[in-house]
């Protein structure tokens, strides 16, 4: 094969110089003759194919070359951009750490007669989060049953069960937990927030033992009372969805959606009395 390149080389380099010494030949005499021009074409015909041939080889070797290249820097967009995307993500997460955490800084502002510890979620305790769930602090942070577990949303439930390094919150969603509460825009005060249920198993809460003649209403927020000395004053537990009278036990209620969303909470702050004689647990 090289062989034939190398003879078709030498063809095209004796026709050229033939040629070139003809169109000098020529020019001296301002006409070609037939042979000269019958010359002429042929040897423009071989030069023309022979770079033709040599162009689309050099094109084809470019061709490959750049499929290369740009493979490789699609592969270096594809890694930056993996890299861009998990800086997002962190930098996002950083922003909703720093606002739940700005949200509770505001209200221990509020209420300094306690401490706050903050604790991370790290199991289930049950089959759900209305069961409960564990957390990462326990009796080395001074954590007891009875205490109140609330994110910068609002009130998530109560400690009932205390480790050396660890505790099990209930959530407010569960049953068991019983929170005496008031109607923020009326201060309607005689109220209890208990777990609640509905009909397509979506966890809220309810709260009770209102009187007839309350002017709760849809939307309105309902917080802690304070009432009883456990539950801080001023903790926000959720929304009224609906309210319902009961005129055979003389009383209202309202469904209420909890402010925390039990499944997707990630840590909770414990609140701790500094004077803890004050609180009856």
Excluded: C
Excluded at 231 to 243: D, E, F, H, N
Aim: hydrophobic content about 35%; charged content about 25%.
């Amino acid at each position: 094969m090289n062989m034939k390149k190398n003879k078709l080389t030498v063809v095209v380099i004796i026709l050229s110089v033939t040629f070139l010494s003809l169109i000098g030949y020529s020019a001296n005499r301002g006409k070609m003759s037939f042979v000269e021009n019958g010359v002429g074409v042929t040897i423009n015909s071989v030069q023309g194919l022979f770079y033709d041939s040599l162009y689309k080889i050099s094109s084809s070797f470019q061709f490959i070359t750049n499929v290369s290249k740009v493979k490789t820097q699609n592969e270096e967009l594809r890694k930056s951009n993996s890299k861009y995307q998990s800086k997002a993500l962190e930098y996002s997460a950083s922003i909703k750490e720093n606002e739940r955490l700005r949200s509770m800084f505001k209200f221990s502002e509020l209420k300094d007669q306690y401490n706050y510890v903050g604790a991370d979620i790290i199991g289930i305790s049950g089959n759900s989060f209305t069961d409960g769930f564990i957390i990462s602090e326990g009796e080395d942070k001074g954590i007891k049953k009875g205490m109140i577990a609330m994110t910068g949303e609002g009130l998530v439930g109560q400690v009932t069960s205390v480790g050396n390094n660890w505790s099990i919150v209930q959530s407010l969603s569960n049953k068991n937990i019983a929170v005496a509460a008031l109607v923020h825009r009326t201060r309607d005060n005689n109220g209890i927030v208990k777990g609640y249920t509905d009909k397509n198993n979506k966890p809220l809460a309810e709260i009770d033992r209102l009187s007839l003649d309350s002017g709760v209403k849809k939307g309105d927020v309902i917080e802690t009372s304070g009432l009883g000395g456990i539950y801080p004053a001023g903790i926000q537990i959720g929304k009224v969805l609906s309210v319902h009278e009961d005129k055979g036990e003389v009383m209202k209620s309202a469904i209420v959606q909890p402010y925390v969303d039990f499944s997707k909470i990630e840590e909770v702050f414990i609140v701790i009395p500094k004077n803890p004689r004050e609180i009856k647990y």
